[in-house]
């Protein structure tokens, strides 16, 4: 196995233009990267500053990564981390609930999914912003550009909530239909789902939640539609809610409040990346033997580094071509962050 | 007890020789009105009316104190608003909370009149007599009652006889026959059914527009005795009944002028 030649690293006002892109081709809803410029342009400039806060961060940092394809100079990708969900406020969601009714004289028993709406999840940190260039889809380099921001968590710790959770798009045509939205949030808004999508931009989305139904929703008076779509991910979705379905994320218990998507989450220990996660000194030779693929991080703020490369742990650290120390802009004997990169 | 104008009416309580007679107008009854087709088991508590010929034309089951053996379950009718300024919205909202909020109060319950040979202005006749008898029978028994009198009233029913509101309120919860359950169970009925019924406060805007457009309607069969409670001082009172979510009358007694009126008089 050759170097991967992808190379993740914090993003930067520069790279407004294929932030552009990625919003533009992505489908409606699937993607939390913001529809006009300015407002990306406050992303990318706010992650900066993210990065550059050495000292007491307060939470509300998020972090905004890229992926380049050294090979041909380009950006292809993007994702995210949002320190504190919610934060200075609540982050709502929909917690799944079972109830049992039951009357012996009738002899019935009725299993009830009921939807709580929540605020379980705030000040978790947020996996936020995942786009890959779809021609990309089936390489290495979705794999590295989720996967790493777990080692970035792992790096700098008294950042994050030891507690990870991830939106996933619901499902939603083409055209903005969305099941859910039309048998729940409509009710309330007398809105399309695409304006209350605009509305949310930019803000959070408890001014929202406050006004949607604070009883439980009882499933069973939903459409079949909206029933059906409980939990259901976007088609686009797929890839992202994949690879942290693998690294050991729960589907089961939260739901997006406007689209019914899956919302993902686990605690960080428990990640398959950080369980097998590595640190060390990292070694380099010119005629490294081929070994198995690693993500491979350089730790540091704004000049964090990772990519995934074949490398061999041994007794004295990773050892890697030099080709790969140079890629990370790192050299031997500097601490690494590494983790067996086990697909499936 | 009392006389009439029209009609020569004449109420006295019912006694066990009367049963035959009460089944009999109950079933013809709740026949023409689309009702629960149950029969009462027995007399008590019952006044019935009857003309001059001593024919049974109306009756109807005054009870002191309703569900202390059996707990009543309504749904209240309750109102909540959603609103922000800043997105310009104003939605009202009506939810449904089961409850037992009427257990203990007093009932009039099991209605039953002619309404097949009778003209309109006879059966309204009838029944602000029979209504009347009722809430002097009350007064005298006033000791022992609730604060509040309550008469429900049958709801909505489709031309198959289904009750509109149990299409959509009840069937996702109860596979069971709320007719079926009445039949087998009796008053214990509300008990089984309301144990499979959600708890928390329902929003009536997920239910089929027709289910929300029933909630508080009562049946047509029954309007002249709605306008017979309204004039006596009832008022539909955010409650609905949960099998068909027919409306709840409710009244508080002291303020009821025949209460006070009889009450007058015993004074005397």
Same mark, same amino acid.
């Given at each position: 196995?050759?170097? &991967? !030649? ?5 993003? &930067? ?6 932030? *552009? ?16 410029? *300015? ?49 200075? =406020? ?19 028993? +009725?299993?009830? +999914? ?23 889809? +089936? ?30 798009? !619901?499902?939603?045509? *083409? ?6 939205? =039309? ?47 409980? #939990?259901?991910? +976007? ?64 730790? #540091? ?15 004295? #650290? ?14 031997? #004997? ?11 | ?15 066990? $020789?009367?049963?035959? $007679? ?14 629960? @087709? ?28 309703? %569900? ?19 997105? %310009? ?65 049958? %709801?909505?029913? @489709? ?56 909630? %508080? ?26 099998? @068909? ?24």
């Amino acid at each position: 196995m050759s170097t &991967s !030649g992808y190379l993740l690293r914090p993003s &930067s006002p520069d790279d407004l233009p294929d932030l *552009e892109r990625f919003g533009a081709a992505s489908a409606f809803g699937v993607n939390s990267l913001p529809s006009d410029r *300015e407002r990306l342009r406050q992303k990318l400039l706010l992650s900066q500053q993210s990065f550059q806060a050495k000292d007491d961060p307060s939470g509300e940092e998020r972090y905004l990564f890229v992926l380049e394809d050294r090979a041909t100079g380009r950006v292809i990708g993007t994702s995210g981390i949002a320190a504190t969900a919610g934060f200075h =406020d609540r982050f709502y969601s929909y917690r799944n609930e079972y109830l049992v009714h039951a009357s012996e004289a009738l002899g019935e028993v +009725h299993r009830l +999914h009921t939807l709580h709406l929540c605020h379980d999840l705030t000040a978790y940190t947020l996996l936020t912003s995942f786009y890959i260039e779809p021609e990309y889809e +089936h390489t290495l380099a979705p794999q590295l550009l989720s996967r790493a921001r777990l080692l970035f968590i792992a790096e700098y710790a008294d950042r994050f909530s030891d507690r990870i959770a991830a939106e996933s798009p !619901g499902l939603c045509d *083409e055209l903005g239909h969305c099941p859910f939205w =039309d048998a729940v949030g409509r009710r309330f808004f007398n809105m399309d789902y695409p304006q209350i999508e605009q509305l949310c931009e930019g803000r959070s989305k408890s001014f929202i939640a406050d006004l949607m139904p604070h009883s439980p929703v009882y499933v069973p008076l939903l459409p079949e539609a909206a029933q059906w779509s409980l #939990g259901q991910l +976007h088609p686009d979705a797929e890839l992202p809610f994949s690879i942290l379905l693998d690294e050991g994320f729960e589907a089961e218990t939260y739901l997006d409040i406007f689209d019914g998507g899956p919302i993902v989450e686990s605690r960080l220990p428990l990640i398959k990346t950080i369980r097998n996660g590595w640190h060390g000194p990292l070694q380099t030779a010119a005629d490294t033997p081929a070994g198995s693929p690693y993500l491979i991080v350089k730790p #540091g703020l704004e000049d964090f580094r990772a990519t995934i490369a074949p490398a061999t742990l041994g007794s004295e #650290g990773l050892s890697v071509p030099e080709t790969v120390a140079s890629l990370l802009q790192t050299q031997a #004997g500097a601490t690494v962050r590494a983790a067996p990169l086990k697909l499936g | 007890m009392t006389s009439a104008n029209y009609l020569q009416l004449t109420s006295r309580p019912a006694q066990a $020789a009367d049963l035959a $007679a009460l089944q009999a107008l109950r079933m013809d009854f709740c026949q023409l009105a689309g009702e629960p @087709d149950t029969a009462p088991t027995h007399a008590g508590g019952f006044l019935l009316t009857e003309n001059a010929e001593g024919r049974l034309l109306g009756c109807l089951r005054l009870t002191v104190r309703a %569900g202390l053996d059996a707990p009543r379950y309504a749904y209240h009718v309750g109102t909540v608003v959603h609103a922000a300024s800043e997105l %310009g919205l104003f939605q009202r909202q009506h939810t449904l909370l089961l409850g037992n909020d009427l257990t203990g109060c007093a009932e009039l319950g099991e209605v039953a009149w002619d309404n097949k040979t009778l003209t309109p202005a006879e059966q309204a006749q009838l029944l602000r007599h029979m209504l009347g008898v009722a809430l002097q029978e009350l007064a005298l028994q006033c000791a022992n009652s609730g604060e509040r009198l309550f008469v429900e009233l049958a %709801g909505l029913r @489709d031309p198959a006889g289904q009750a509109v509101f149990w299409q959509g309120m009840g069937k996702p919860f109860c596979r069971y026959e709320t007719r079926a359950a009445q039949a087998r169970f009796g008053a214990d009925w509300q008990r089984h059914v309301a144990a499979l019924l959600p708890k928390h406060a329902i929003y009536a805007s997920f239910l089929p527009h027709a289910v929300q457009r029933s909630i %508080g309607q009562a049946a047509p069969q029954l309007h002249l005795w709605q306008a017979a409670l309204v004039e006596a001082g009832f008022a539909y009172g955010q409650h609905v009944r949960i099998d @068909d979510g027919g409306p709840i009358y409710e009244a508080e007694i002291d303020l009821l002028a025949p209460i006070r009126a009889a009450r007058a008089a015993l004074a005397g």
